[in-house]
């Protein structure tokens, strides 16, 4: 299959896991095919995509008949299939390779989609305000209406596919306990306070870089890495949680701070973290058009009808 029909990428604009996966294929300039799951209104339930991934998650990856599940499997399966430089996965029994997991797996480890909506239950617990896409800014009543409403609709369809019966009731459980876990604000402040320890782990490795004499350094090393990609997702989220003055600034880890200015200016991240609420507000103004567009179509075959009649009848009294 050649390259520009090979890959086809299941995700949503402002979804921090997606994110991870698009700053791959950009930085391998991998072209691919985009289908837009809007995970906000529970188009990840339908049974199409339930059958490509039971667990409903985005992204997913397709290559050919391959799907390609979890964000850290994409990327590693993105940087192995296609050749181009950087290399995101260095060899991950070399030393750099090692480093680059473990970085990886710190921030891998940190569950940004809690402390996500865990903010947008709570509002105080951002430090400068929240800064999400406009589609992203629900309350908290709106959220936990819609994921009860997401939780009835997989108990609904556990009944009605019986194959997918598993799937969907796992679902269910996972929306209720969604809930209970968003709603500890005690919890989610925890979180947001280990962000703290990430970030001065984060500082003290590009020091290190720094002082093993390496002067534009990544998080490993001289070339940007899948470390990169994660640490570069995870600050762009804490800018849109307003936490970024909280964790970093010009005085309170510098290096972090410079690290930043100088990654947010690469186009990958410019199109992808950066471009979240353009992307999605543009794809909002498509489903409004699809839904719009049709009605004016058939104002207008019913308008043509009538002014064909008008005709018609015009000249039969004439
Ligand atoms: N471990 C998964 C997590 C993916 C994930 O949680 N994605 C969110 C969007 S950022 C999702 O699909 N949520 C759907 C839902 O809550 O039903 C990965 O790394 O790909």
Known sequence: MDMKNRFT???????????????ALEEKQALYKEKIINFLSGEQLKVKFVRLYYKCEIPVLTDGDKVVV?????????????????????????????????????????????????????????????KLPKAFLKTRKEIEDAWS????????????????????????????????????????????????????????????????????????????????????TLIGRAVYLGLDSKLFSRDKRPEVYQYWTRISERSSIKKTVLGAAKATAQYMLKQKAKIVLPVIGGLATVGLAAGVAALLIAKKYT
């Open 9 to 23: 990428l299941y995700y949503f604009p402002t979804s921090y896991y997606s994110h991870l996966v698009l700053i």
């Open 70 to 130: 979890e964000s850290k499997d994409i990327v590693d399966y993105i940087d192995k299939e296609v050749p181009t430089e950087p290399k995101l996965v260095p060899d991950k029994s070399s030393e750099i390779g090692k480093e680059v997991e473990r970085v990886r797996g710190i921030l891998g480890r940190i569950c940004m989609e809690y402390i996500t909506y865990g903010c947008l239950f709570y509002p105080e617990l951002s430090h400068s305000g929240l």
């Open 149 to 232: 409403t997401f939780a009835t609709t997989c108990a609904e369809l556990a009944d009605k596919h019986p194959d997918l019966r598993d799937a969907y009731l796992t679902k269910n459980q996972y929306f209720t306990k969604k809930i209970s876990l968003c709603s500890d604000k005690v919890r989610v402040q925890k979180a947001i306070d280990d962000l703290d320890k990430v970030f001065e782990q984060m500082e003290t490795l590009l020091i290190q870089n720094k002082k093993d004499g390496v002067e534009e350094t990544w998080i490993v090393g001289p070339t940007l890495t899948a470390a990169d990609i994660s640490l570069a």
